[in-house]
């Protein structure tokens, strides 16, 4: 009975263990401190990146544009490749607005999705309440419109952010082929979902 | 001093007036029949095109290269080759896409605004969209050239797009496209090399 009850007692702290120390990573001795997001930092720069969008067997492609804007917003635009502007989204510190969105994508569902995707992509500023560290990565652990999100730096910058719930991966933001603290191709996928996007830079 | 600006001010003024004035309706009637005579023996249509996204909020406007392709009545393939691979053929029912080698097609039969679409890039490319029923049409000159204004009636198509601006040649040619969007940014469209009822070989529209 006692071997029954502690054994529970492991696997219920196993389970609630978080992501980090689940994958094997010890907890760092620094508390706070900051995590920077490099990739949409520089506001003389367009970001243009050719997109494919994959929702179980749907298929959608175009162009992905990425503005930093002062300080205080970034904008993401997505055209088709002919131009027809299919969303155009504004994102400021504490805030989220829709400029335009095609009837046909108006619903929140797809709203909230995306929200998230690309709050989370663009988002430059972050506080990390926790680092952990497995021999050359580091990883910080920051909230993003209150959800636990998991930043993974390794000796060329920030290579994968992952959204977590319950320990377990819900999102991972793959950024591949970084150079000049630019990512060339960007992999959003979704664990829960069959949804990926695919961001190539042109 | 302020002579000075005056001067400026107006000189700048007359130079806009001059790169751009309104038609009178006599005018616009020369140009109308030469564009409708041009279309009416236009069998085939094959350009190079590059074509700038304009966003208001960019720093430089996003350019891309490519090839078109047209054949009477309603066949157009546009082909993107730079700076990715793309191209999207309207011919029958169906648009049939090819995006980095990855083919797909969408039916377009059932789809009134995909067709009404396909009805208005051939229409475009041609230069024929002299149509009063579907849009208030503005005419004017600019320079040698004539521009001329063509604003969507219908409620649909205006929700994506405010105004297409053709640019004619003194022969009534296709030049220049733009689509300006209800938010003034827009997409412009420059053809070169375009060359008129030569033989396109039918692979060109082969998916």
Redesign the interface.
């Given at each position: 009975m006692r071997y029954l009850l502690s054994s529970i007692c492991l696997l219920v702290m196993v389970s609630c263990a978080s992501y980090p120390k689940k994958n094997g990573f010890a907890e760092s001795n620094i508390s706070v401190s900051q995590v920077y997001n490099p990739y949409f930092s520089n506001a003389t720069k367009d970001y243009v990146y050719k997109a494919d969008l994959q929702f179980y067997k749907k298929k959608l492609s175009g162009i992905i544009i990425i503005k930093k804007i002062a300080d205080k917003e970034h904008r993401l635009v997505f055209t088709t490749e002919m131009g027809n502007k299919i969303l155009d989204f504004s994102f400021y510190k504490n805030d989220f607005k829709v400029n335009h969105i095609l009837e046909d994508m108006n619903k929140k569902i797809i709203l909230n999705v995306l929200e998230r995707d690309f709050t989370t992509l663009v988002k430059e500023f972050n506080v990390s309440t926790q680092t952990y560290t497995k021999e050359h990565i580091q990883v910080k652990e920051a909230e993003v419109l209150n959800k636990n999100h998991f930043y993974f730096y390794e000796n060329i910058g920030l290579t994968k952010i992952i959204r977590e719930d319950k320990g377990k991966e819900k999102v991972v933001y793959h950024f591949l082929n970084i150079e000049d603290a630019a990512a060339k191709r960007i992999l959003i996928e979704h664990k829960n979902i069959k949804l990926k996007i695919q961001l190539k830079r042109i | 001093m302020n002579k000075i600006v005056y001067f400026l001010f107006f000189i700048a003024l007359g130079t806009v007036a001059t790169a751009q004035t309104k038609m009178s309706s006599k005018e616009a009637d020369v140009l109308k029949n030469k564009v409708k005579v041009t279309a009416n023996k236009t069998q085939s249509i094959s350009s190079d095109f590059t074509?700038y996204?304009h966003?208001d909020?960019?720093?430089?406007d996003?350019e891309?290269t490519g090839k078109l392709s047209f054949k009477a009545p309603n066949t157009v393939k546009?082909e993107?080759i730079k700076?990715?691979a793309?191209s999207?053929l309207f011919k029958g029912e169906t648009l049939y896409?090819n995006?980095e080698g990855?083919k797909?097609n969408v039916d377009i039969g059932s789809n009134k605004l995909f067709k009404e679409l396909n009805t208005l890039i051939a229409a475009s490319i041609k230069g024929d969209m002299f149509n009063d029923e579907y849009f208030t049409i503005t005419y004017f000159k600019k320079d040698k050239n004539s521009e001329v204004h063509f604003a969507p009636k219908d409620p649909k198509l205006s929700?994506?797009i405010k105004a297409f601006h053709i640019t004619f040649t003194s022969n009534g040619d296709v030049l220049e496209v733009k689509?300006v969007?209800p938010?003034n940014?827009y997409?412009q469209i420059i053809f070169s090399n375009r060359e008129v009822n030569k033989v396109i070989p039918d692979a060109v529209f082969a998916q």
């Open positions: - | 074509q996204k966003l909020f960019l720093s430089n996003i891309s546009w993107y700076p990715f793309y999207v896409i995006n990855d797909s929700e994506f689509m969007e938010s940014d997409t």
